[in-house]
C-alpha cells in the first residue's frame, strides 16, 4: 500500500508566495514532512514489442512510483522482496550525509535484501532541490526498476524560473525482448558484450515506432501558452541518449537536483543516472509534436540500439479525435548517433545560476584513468568470446572492481572485518602512457581487486577523470554516491596539470552527480569530502559496471557526531 501525500507546486501567485514566505519564516523548523512508502518488489507480467514477460518491479508498477517531497522531508520505505532475486534499492543523488546504510548499492554499503527479506530505507532530504530518482543497485534489475524522485522546494520557496503550470516526469528506459537478467547471465558466461536491447521508452511506452505499440504511445496535453517543466531522467541501463521535441525549444533550468543558469537548446544529451529539468513553452500552432529519444553512441566499432523512443505532445485543441486522425505528428531532427560535437557542446554549455563555493586549496589531487580492457585467456574457450577469445573488462586506475560477495564495504569497515576490502586504490595510474594515443596491447589488462581510496574528513578534492583509448575511446557518465560535485574543466585528449589548470571555471560550474568524460578526453572535478561512509563511484553503463568500472571512497569520520557515521539499522540485512 502506498501512502502518498499531495504536495502543492509553487504558486503563480505572488500574494500568496509573499504570504507562504512570511510563513515560512515562522514555521520552517517544523513544516518537514515524514513520507511513508511500501515497495514491494514483485513480477508483474508487461507486454511490449508483442510479447509479454514477467518483469521485476514495485508494486506491480512499470515505471515505478513517483516519490514527492520537499527539501528537508523524511523518506521512510519499506522495502518487501517478493522477487525471486537478491535486490537493493538506490536513492540515485540523494546525498545520504553520516547515512550510508540508506544509499543502497549492494555489497558496498548493505547486504542484499534476499527474497522474502524487508528492510526500511530511512533518509532525509538536505538542502537539495530538483529531480533525482530511485532504481535498484544489483545486477541489471534497474532495467525495469526504477522511478521519478520530485523534490519541492521547502514551503514558500519559489522556483528561480518562470513557475510552469504543469510538470510532467520523463523516464527514458531501455527495454529487451527477453529478460535483463538473462541478457546478463549470458554476457557474464560468454565474455562477450551484451545484446543491445530493442526500444527505448518514455514512461515506459516505446512509442509508434515500434511494433504492437503505437496504442500505447505516451501523450502528454498541453495548453497553448502555457509553460511545461519536463524533468527528464536517464533511466536507461547502457545508453547515452539524445533528447528533442519537434519545434520547440527547451531551456535548461536545473540538472542532477541542482538550478542551472537557464540555458536554451533544441537537443539535450543526457547521459544514464542524470537528470535534466527543462521548460517548454507551448507557443508553436496548436498541434501534435513527438519528443523523441535516440542513441549517442561515442564508442568505435560498438553495437548499439539504433532505433527512437517517442512521445506525443498534444494541445489541447487537438485532443478531438477527428481532428487528430487528420494531423500529422511532427518528428525532431536528432543528431547521428556520433555527434561528439553537439553532445559536448550541450554538457560543456551548462552553469550554476551563481558563484558556486569551490575548494581551491586542494588536499588531494586524484587522477584517475576510465575505460575498457580485455582480459587474455590462454586457451579458446565459450568463456571467452571478447574479441579475439579475450573477456570483456573496465577498470579505474588500471584496478578491474570486484563486488564483495560475503559483507558489504561499508559493514567490513565498520565492524572490523579483515579480508574484505583494501585501502590501497592508486591516487594515480600505476603506469604513464599516452591515455588517448595507441596504446600497447601490454597494457590492456586490468587487474582485479576490491579497492576503496581513503579520504580525511573535510579534506578538498579534485578529481580529474581520463578516458582512455584502450579497447575504444567514450564517454563514460560517472557517477558518484553520496555527492555531488563541482564541474570545473574538461576537455579532449590528455589531461595536462599546467595547461588545463588555469582554465578552469572555478566561478559557476556546474553542481552534479553524473558527469561523462569526454570521448577520448577528461573531466575535472572538486568536492568537499563532508559525507563520511562508503562512497561507490562508477559508470552507470551497467555493461561497464559489472565489468568493473567502479571503486569506491572510504571517508573516514571527522569530529563529533554530525561528522560521524550513523550506527546502522537493526534491520540490516545480513549477508
Ligand atoms: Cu544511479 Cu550507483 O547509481
Known sequence: ???????????????????????????????????????????????????????????????????EVRDGDSLIIKTTNAAQYNITLHWHGVRQIANPWADGPEYITQCPIQPGGTYTYRFTIRNQVGTLWWHAHSQWLRATVYGALIIYPKVGLPYPFLTPSQEIPILLGEWWDRDPMAVLQQAQFTGAAPNVSNAFTINGQPGDFYRCSSQET????????????????????????????????LTVVGVDAAYTKPFTTNIIMIGPGQTTDVLL???????????????????????????????????????CSARRQSSQVLLPQLPAFNDTTTATAFTAGLRSPSKVSIPNKIDEYLFFTVGLGLINCLLPSPNCQGPNGTRFAASMNNVSFVFPTALSIMQAYYQGVPGIFSADFPPVPPILFNYTGNVNRGLWQPVKGTKVYKLKYGSMVQLVLQDTSIVSTENHPMHLHGYQFAVVGMGFGNFNAARDTPNFNLVDPPVRNTIGTPAGGWVAIRFVADNPGVWLMHCHIDSHLVWGLAMCFLVENGQGDQQTVIPPPSDLPQC
Open 1 to 67: 500500500m502506498e501512502t502518498r501525500k499531495f504536495i502543492d507546486k509553487p504558486d503563480q501567485s505572488c500574494l500568496l508566495i509573499a504570504l507562504s514566505v512570511v510563513l515560512a519564516s515562522l514555521v520552517s523548523f517544523s513544516d518537514a514532512e515524514d513520507h511513508y512508502h511500501e515497495f514491494v518488489i514483485q513480477a508483474q507480467p508487461v507486454k511490449r514489442l508483442c510479447r509479454t514477460h514477467k518483469i521485476i518491479t514495485v508494486n506491480g508498477q512499470f515505471p515505478g512510483p513517483t516519490l
Open 218 to 249: 505516451t501523450v502528454f496535453s498541453v495548453e497553448s501558452g502555457e509553460a511545461v517543466l519536463l524533468r527528464i531522467i536517464n533511466a536507461a541501463l547502457n545508453q547515452e541518449l539524445f533528447f528533442a521535441v519537434a519545434n520547440h525549444k
Open 281 to 319: 513553452t507551448a507557443d508553436q500552432s496548436p498541434s501534435r509534436y513527438y519528443m523523441a529519444a535516440s542513441a549517442y553512441e561515442s564508442a568505435q566499432n560498438a553495437a548499439f540500439d539504433n532505433t527512437t523512443t517517442t512521445a506525443v505532445l498534444e494541445y489541447s485543441s487537438e485532443t
